[in-house]
Every structure is written in structure tokens, then in C-alpha cells.
């Protein structure tokens, strides 16, 4: 410590606190690296993970499989997304998750397994945190960086910023950096928003990193009005509007674009109503276990969520389920910028998803892979 602050070094820098941080922090501390991670908020509970229920994208590697996967959802990219990156996710997660079992308590799959690919939020990020601390990681909770670092060449050096509990200002040299910051949904409403500010791609930008599909980030969530859940199935649903017509929504099976077009076409006509009787009698009873998040605001209002009509509403989610960030230029998650990675909604998702959202597995496989994938390179740099 000197008089103008806390001076730290480390051999790898990683700034953000959700699932793509704690996978990067991870794979960099096993790599055998000395990770020093920075978060303004408290790794355990900060971004949206916290707030879901995050199902990766799980594909068993059986003949035929996952090249059937990889198609499946190339042909929603436009042509953009490239299969071998594809590939690549879904074997990561296959790989990874099941590291995690000491620190998670994953379910069963029904036939005598284990279930891998579904987690709730709350206990995944506090499992990451111990996973993480475990791997002789630091962890500065409430540490917001503020600024990009950079040697006389141009590469990153490290970051600094403020230090929230003790009011000084800090600085950390390390030999790589990742900016694993999450998306942009700043005041949308969509629940863990609030401190997805698109800070950390201001800061890579400000630095010099290039920023890549960011005008492939329209894209919304559906939730009870008064409230977003981020989780809630619809899938079962019908709607109706303020009068109790039944409405003509297409289902969002095969993609949500003609779904959530549709609905917002009626939404400018007045509000609509969402029932979900329909759904699942097998749903009823698990909800509140395999998506906490989700009953909570009904219950808040004393309504219940199977019984009762609700209205929704469209949450903006920005880069967080679109697809823009800092452009990735390698194999290795490395931005344009010399010693600067890139990781989870930080990170364009162009690479695996085109132009289009993905959708919540593939979001979260790409938030693990590209987590793990840069902490190695990092710490490989360093």
C-alpha cells in the first residue's frame, strides 16, 4: 500500500464477478498462474447468473450428435457462426461442469444419472466462488476498475480503479488481463441488470479493443409485467388481451423471433395477458426448485403463477442475450487489443451464435468455454 493507494500484482488480472470470470479465474489459477480477480460488486451474487437458472448447452458425444446440434443451430445464424467453435463449447461444458459436482449438488437425470447442464443461479455462483478461492485464487470483492492500464507499445498492462469499503484507489500490473465484465443492459429492468453497464467494454474501448456483432443485440426477455424474472417458462402459454380475446402468438419453438414479434405487435394495441394452466402438471411442483426466481414476484402480489391471469411485458436484455462485444481475433478469446482477453457476455458471441441470440444454453456453454479458454491463454501469457 502506498499513500495514493493500493498497488497489487498478479500474473493474471481478471475484472468481472460472474460465471465467465469465476471459469476464467479458475482455469488460469490450474494453469498454475497468480489470479488476482476484481469485481464491483460481490463474486457469489453480481450479474444475471445469480439471478437465473442457466442451462447450458449439453450434448452427449454419441455418433451423430453434436454434428446434428451444430447444424441445428447454425442454421439460425445466418451463416455466421462457425461450427468449429460450436463443436468446441458443447465439449467444454461436457468437460467442466461435472468438476464442479464437489462444490454443487447437481441433480438427478431421471434414469439413475446425474443432470449437469441445469443450474440455479444463486448456489452456482457460490459454488464458482469457492471453486475458485479453492484454486489459490484472490478475489477483491467491491473493487470496481475504472480504467485499462497499457504499456508504451500499446498492450494491457493491468487496470485500476476504486476500492468502494475503504474509499482509496488501487492498481494492479499483471501480464494479461480479461475482461469478463458481462453484457449491457443497464436500468432495462431485466432482474441482475442494474450493474450491467457496459463499463468494461468502455474501458477496452477506450484502450483501443475493437468492439464486433454489437448491431446484433436487439433482444428481449419475457416476463410478468411489474417484474422480470429472466426464467419463466412460456412455452405453455396462452395469451389474451385486456378484453379476455385469445390471441394468435405463434410458439417460440424453432426460434422466439415470430413469438416475441408477434407479441409486441399486440402489446402496441394494449396490454396482454399470459395463462399458464396449460402447463406441465410435472412443472408445478419443481419450479421453485429448479428456477427460484421465478415464483417469487407472483407470490409477492398473491397470485399463483398456474392459476392466475398476469401481464407481461418485453425486457430489453441488450448484449447479455444478443450477441455483440469485444471482437474476439483468436483461438484464445484475445481482443484486438495485445494482452487483452475476452470472456462470457463480455465476449462477441458471433462465434457461436451469427447473428442471433442463441438462446440461454448456448449463451451459458459459450460463457464457460470462453471463460476457461481465456484464463489459460492468459495464463500461459504471463
Not at 460472474?18 to 494453469?31: E, L, S
Not at 433482444?219 to 380475446?245: E, H, I, V
Not at 421453485?288 to 398456474?306: C, K, M, N, V, Y
Request: with cysteine; net charge negative; hydrophobic share 40%.
Amino acid at each position: 500500500m502506498t499513500e495514493e493507494g493500493i498497488d497489487l500484482q498478479a500474473d493474471v488480472l481478471i475484472i468481472g464477478g460472474g460465471m465467465a470470470a469465476c471459469w476464467a479465474a479458475i482455469a488460469a489459477a490450474q494453469a498454475g498462474a497468480d489470479v488476482l480477480l476484481v469485481d464491483k460488486g460481490f463474486v457469489g451474487t453480481s450479474g444475471v447468473t445469480a439471478t437465473g437458472g442457466p442451462n447450458h448447452w449439453w450434448v452427449a458425444p454419441e455418433p451423430g450428435k453434436r454434428e446434428a446440434a451444430v447444424e441445428e443451430r447454425h442454421a439460425r445464424s445466418f451463416g455466421l457462426a462457425e461450427r468449429h467453435w460450436m463443436a468446441r463449447i458443447i465439449e467444454e461444458s461436457w468437460i467442466a461442469l461435472p468438476t464442479l459436482a464437489r462444490y454443487y449438488p447437481f441433480g438427478g437425470d431421471g434414469r439413475g444419472g446425474t443432470f449437469y447442464p441445469g443450474v440455479r443461479g444463486p448456489e452456482y455462483m457460490r459454488a464458482l466462488r469457492r471453486y475458485a478461492t479453492d484454486a489459490g485464487v484472490r478475489i477483491l470483492d467491491h473493487h470496481p476498475a475504472l480504467e485499462l492500464l497499457v504499456h508504451d507499445d500499446g498492450s494491457v498492462a493491468g487496470a485500476a480503479g476504486h476500492a468502494r469499503l475503504t474509499g482509496q484507489s488501487w492498481r494492479a500490473r499483471a501480464g494479461a488481463v480479461i475482461m469478463a465484465t458481462g453484457g449491457c443492459a443497464f436500468r432495462s429492468g431485466l432482474i441482475g441488470s442494474h450493474g450491467n453497464t457496459g463499463d468494461g467494454l468502455l474501458m477496452a474501448a477506450e484502450a483501443g479493443a475493437a468492439l464486433s456483432g454489437m448491431e446484433f443485440s436487439v433482444s428481449y426477455s419475457l416476463s410478468p409485467a411489474w417484474n422480470s424474472t429472466r426464467t419463466l417458462p412460456y412455452f405453455a402459454a396462452r395469451f389474451f388481451d385486456q378484453d379476455g380475446r385469445e390471441l394468435d402468438i405463434p410458439p417460440p419453438i424453432g426460434g422466439e423471433g415470430a413469438h416475441l414479434r408477434a407479441l409486441a405487435s399486440a402489446m402496441l394495441a394494449g396490454p396482454v395477458i399470459a395463462d399458464l394452466s396449460d402447463a406441465p402438471d410435472g412443472l408445478k411442483p419443481i419450479l421453485r426448485r429448479i428456477q427460484p426466481a421465478s415464483p417469487t414476484p407472483f407470490e409477492r402480489r398473491g397470485l399463483d403463477i398456474f392459476r392466475d391471469r398476469f401481464e407481461i411485458k418485453l425486457f430489453g436484455e441488450g448484449t447479455v442475450r444478443g450477441t455483440g462485444g469485444l471482437q474476439v481475433v483468436d483461438s484464445h478469446c484475445q481482443t484486438s487489443l495485445s494482452g487483452l482477453y475476452a470472456a462470457g457476455d463480455s465476449a462477441t458471441r458471433e462465434l457461436v451464435a451469427g447473428a442471433t441470440s442463441g438462446g440461454g444454453a448456448q449463451n451459458a456453454a459459450w460463457a464457460l468455454t470462453s471463460g476457461r479458454i481465456a484464463g489459460a491463454a492468459a495464463a500461459a501469457r504471463a
